[in-house]
């Protein structure tokens, strides 16, 4: 192992020796110690100085349950049916009703200054940490850095690792408060390190973004990230609802107006807005639930890529606000594709010439159009649904 000591740790010694770790490393994989000291060319290109870069790494280890870790996400093992029922529960409602209350001042204000509704605000804390009952007690430095050496997600760990040294830099924080969860998440709202660094705010003017102690900059600031993603204030979610039968799922997109002359029902009894569009979206396909959802359902999903997840906000948010009860009717039991196929779906429908957004497994509205083509073409339910029975068709199977 080489060591490095103060006599060695100019900018250019560090650089060069780092430099000298990345080229072994092409051959033989370098040490866990090795490889730390191998990003400070890219942690001292973003600003970081080796001071900080010195405290944040001494003494660090390789977490060696992180393989483990990475494949045990619920939101992408479970179905979406058992997914939202284990989150949007009775507790964690009541729980929701309560802090509601008694940040009532403070969600008042944050609804105001950044226009998203304090409901879905709410859920995201509830979801994310019980409303701040367990916010992570795992080294952000620890997590990241173990994260970035084997590789996960590709270089998106390495980059957050750099992304965390600027946020313990720049608000001056100690190393014991660099705390989260294993995937580098950070307080109440669980930020990721690139996102507090754009999107954390000091709502209570204190000088300091402080997600961990400070319940409203924490509240404030995924406000901050949801609007800055393009939330539309005063417009809903979605709604689940009942579809007449022989109903044109192609025609997928519409106004609320228009839904309604179609004879498509809120589940709950309530009136369809009388004005926006919406989309009509299949979770678990079209022998599951149905909803019609507005560009406000993916903002939500940017704070966390899954349908599941977002599904789970938007109905915690309602049921917190007591403006719906459960949604009705059973999902479709099905087994949820994995990644590679994905993104594997995704690369053979680019190729046939389907109009594929991306290709890195990553399922919104836009590839479900694509996906309602490729069914229409193919004698299937065009309900835009990324099931197994579209998987096998596309690849041949």
Request: no cysteine; proline share 4%.
């Amino acid at each position: 192992m080489i060591r490095f000591t103060k006599k060695l740790l100019t900018h250019a010694a560090v650089m060069t020796l780092a430099g000298l770790l990345i080229t072994v490393g092409a051959t033989a994989k370098p040490s866990f110690h090795n490889f730390v000291q191998s990003l400070y060319p890219d942690a001292a290109a973003a600003g970081v100085s080796w001071e900080t870069f010195e405290a944040a790494t001494a003494g660090l280890t390789m977490n060696k349950k992180i393989v483990k870790l990475t494949k045990g996400q619920p939101e992408f093992k479970r179905t979406i049916g058992q997914y939202v029922e284990k989150s949007v529960t009775d507790s964690r409602i009541k729980t929701g009703r309560a802090m509601a209350k008694k940040y009532a001042r403070t969600l008042a204000a944050i609804e105001k200054k950044y226009g998203v509704d304090r409901y879905v605000i709410l859920a995201i804390w509830g979801m994310e940490t019980n409303y701040g009952g367990y916010i992570g007690k795992s080294d952000i430095f620890r997590s990241l850095a173990s994260l970035a050496y084997i590789g996960y997600r590709g270089d998106y760990f390495q980059k957050e690792f750099v992304n965390a040294l600027l946020v313990f830099q720049q608000e001056r924080l100690s190393r014991k408060q660099m705390r989260g969860s294993w995937a580098g998440a950070m307080g109440h709202t669980q930020f990721m390190p690139s996102s507090f660094l754009k999107f954390a705010v000091d709502h209570n003017g204190d000088g300091k973004r402080d997600l961990w102690a400070h319940k409203p900059d924490a509240l404030a600031s995924a406000a901050n990230y949801l609007s800055q993603h393009g939330w539309q204030t005063g417009v809903p979610w979605g709604f689940q609802v009942s579809l007449p039968k022989n109903i044109d799922l192609l025609s997928a997109n519409d106004t609320y107006t228009n839904w309604q002359a179609r004879g498509v029902r809120r589940t709950d009894g309530g009136a369809l807005p009388d004005k926006g569009h919406a989309t009509l979206f299949f979770p678990s396909g079209v022998e599951g639930l149905a909803f019609l959802v507005s560009g406000n359902l993916p903002v939500i999903k940017t704070y966390n890529f899954s349908d599941a997840y977002s599904l789970a906000i938007a109905h915690l948010a309602d049921r917190i606000a007591n403006r719906t009860g459960p949604f009705q009717g059973e999902w479709n039991l099905e087994r949820p594709l994995n990644k590679s196929e994905r993104i594997a779906l995704q690369k053979t429908l680019a190729a046939a010439g389907y109009a594929v957004p991306r290709t890195d497994g990553r399922i919104g509205l836009e590839m479900r159009a694509t996906i309602r083509d490729f069914q229409s073409r193919n004698g299937m339910t065009p309900d835009g649904h990324a099931d197994e029975a579209v998987y096998r068709k596309a690849l041949g199977k």
